[in-house]
């Protein structure tokens, strides 16, 4: 039993090791009555972790556990025969259980210190054209022709505007505005891991330009929100003059979230394909580690519309998926400060947008960030990989075969501590 349980987890590292698991969203299309059932199993959703987060906060204050998935899980049956609870058979089982898992998960992340998801699980609100349930066991039978067979409601219209993959075992249907979604889980092989560097590049998020690289190339944030601001706060306020539940106040939330949802939409798209160009065009990416958070309460709305953390990760899923590699750089380490010629330390204001320096290198203060986040990421991933080459990794800087600047002198070094 146990060798079998030791065999299942290297399976399952084999798995994540040459697998990653995508998300594939499809537009689903369904009629008024379709419709309110979907409605009405968000609601169920959304009461089942409610109710279910009420109970183990209970329990904690009495002894300091949790109940956990497999209490509540058994104690759905019985939930079902009440008097007053009678609706939620019409709720598909897998539904209610997979609810059940996530606010598992959720209790577990939020005593973990390393956890990306900090702070305790809360309260879900009813929010008029948002919602979302989750369906496990699933598999592609479901799927007939042009329609999808979901359970307890029957065959719903889809447009598969891509192939899907067969293997797939969970979904999620979800509301954004007025239309509806289907995202699947899907785990899909990795390219190979690329052995040879050629191309190295560094980036440095800030503000003004969502990204500047050590090849002196600055992508503009286009600043979504901060266009639709005005737009959004006006919706806003109507919103708040509206009667709560009212077919107004409905009208009204249907606008401001297909607002919410463009200007997402606007921004997940332009930074799918800003990350896909880094990745297709480099082998390996540097970047800084950095602490969003008390950027966020000094630099506030344009901080959250650059969607650097939403970047990053691209960056790095995208990365993993394709073969490339990662380097990701202390964020206590003075890449602004640094200069990237001779090393010392320049220090400057805030307001101070170049970088002059006694050796004599007088660049923009982000282009110096980027080239020292550059070398640096390259020492760190020659620190940590051993036996991967870096061939040649100023290949990707204009015109190197000028006279060499500080730059691909620096550059040089570190070739050379590849090859020693
Ligand atoms: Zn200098």
Redesign the pocket.
Known sequence: MFILRKNEKYIKLFINTCMRQLKYSYRIYPNKEQEAKLNQFCGAQRFIWNHFLCLEMEQYKLDGTFRFSHKNITSLPKMKNMENLLWLKDIPSTSLQQTLLYLDKALKHSFRKTSSKKGFPKFKKKKYYQGSFSLAMVNDKMIIGSHIKLPKIGKVKIKLHRKLPSDFKSCQVKQKANKWFIVFTVKVNKHKTVNKIQKVIGLDFNSKDIVVNSNDCSTTNPKFFVKSKQRIKKLNRQLSKKQKGSNNYKKQSLKLAQNHVHVANQRKDFLDKLSYDIVSNNDLICLEDLNIKPMQSFNGRMVQDAGWSMLRSMIEYKADLYGKHVSVINQYFPSTKL?S????I?NKSLRQRQHN?????CISRDLNAAINIKNEGIKVFINNKVGTTLIYACGDTKGDDKTPS?VSMNQEAHVALANG
Do not use: I
Not at 341 to 344: I, S, V
Not at 357 to 361: E, Y
């Open positions: 200069c010629a001779c090393g010392t320049v320096c006694n050796c004599g290198l500080p």
